[in-house]
T-cell receptor, first 116, second 112 residues
Framework: GAVVSQHPSRVICKSGTSVKIECRSL??????MFWYRQFPKKSLMLMAT?????????EQGVEKDKFLINHASLTLSTLTVTSAHPEDSSFYIC????????????FGSGTRLTVV | GENVEQHPSTLSVQEGDSAVIKCTYS??????FPWYKQELGKGPQLIID?????GEKKDQRIAVTLNKTAKHFSLHITETQPEDSAVYFC???????????FGGGTRLMVKP
């Protein structure tokens, strides 16, 4: 089946540094990818939607300059958390809509970001 | 925009019993309703989904029902097993390429 590989699974960084999270579609071309953020014991909240070759569309309240999303190819989308702060610590999950189907999404395995 | 409400937030059942989780949605344009199981530290895994042209779908011990008129859908798990313990999320979408809106999640605990 369609697989999205997300890396790293865990990352710890110092305040003020930037962290990049990658999501790769392994066996299909992902035209549209979604980035979610999940706090402990909470639901997934959509941060942004990215279409290959276009600028990402951010949800209200999500700082686009802080959470940089790049979807330069049909198999790779990246989320860069810039100048990270402890409040950015969270679980980040990417998802891709499955091509050739009217419905269906596949999710990455998530990245646990801890900012110290 | 779409709003998805999910109940209960926690559910504890005895092994072998049935579990039911309910969701309501607000956007009548939503036409795809997946259910996901999420284990600690992992991404969501699709367990079953239903489209708006179908009222019920079953896959072994798991079933989903949809009432478009009332805008609610439910997940039914029969003969629960300890390995069913996880957090379950319902979601709604207007179709591929469009965002999924998630419910708040249900923590299911199956006691052996």
């Amino acid at each position: 089946g369609a697989v999205v590989s997300q890396h790293p699974s865990r990352v710890i960084c110092k305040s003020g540094t930037s962290v990049k999270i990658e999501c790769r579609s392994l066996d299909f071309q992902a035209t549209t990818m979604f980035w979610y953020r999940q706090f402990p014991k909470k639901s997934l909240m959509l941060m942004a939607t990215s279409n290959e070759g276009s600028k990402a569309t951010y949800e209200q309240g999500v700082e686009k300059d802080k959470f940089l999303i790049n979807h330069a190819s049909l198999t790779l989308s990246t989320l860069t958390v810039t100048s990270a702060h402890p409040e950015d610590s969270s679980f980040y999950i990417c998802s891709a809509s499955l091509p050739g189907t009217a419905y269906g999404y596949t999710f990455g395995s998530g990245t646990r970001l801890t900012v110290v | 925009g779409e709003n998805v409400e999910q109940h209960p937030s926690t559910l504890s059942v005895q092994e072998g019993d049935s579990a039911v989780i309910k969701c309501t949605y607000s956007d009548s344009a939503s036409n795809y309703f997946p259910w996901y199981k999420q284990e600690l530290g992992k991404g969501p895994q699709l367990i079953i989904d239903i489209r708006s042209n179908v009222g019920e779908k079953k896959d072994q011990r798991i079933a989903v029902t949809l009432n478009k008129t009332a805008k609610h859908f439910s997940l039914h798990i029969t003969e629960t097993q300890p390995e069913d313990s996880a957090v379950y999320f319902c979601a709604a979408s207007t179709g591929a390429g469009n965002m999924l809106t998630f419910g708040g999640g249900t923590r299911l605990m199956v006691k052996p």
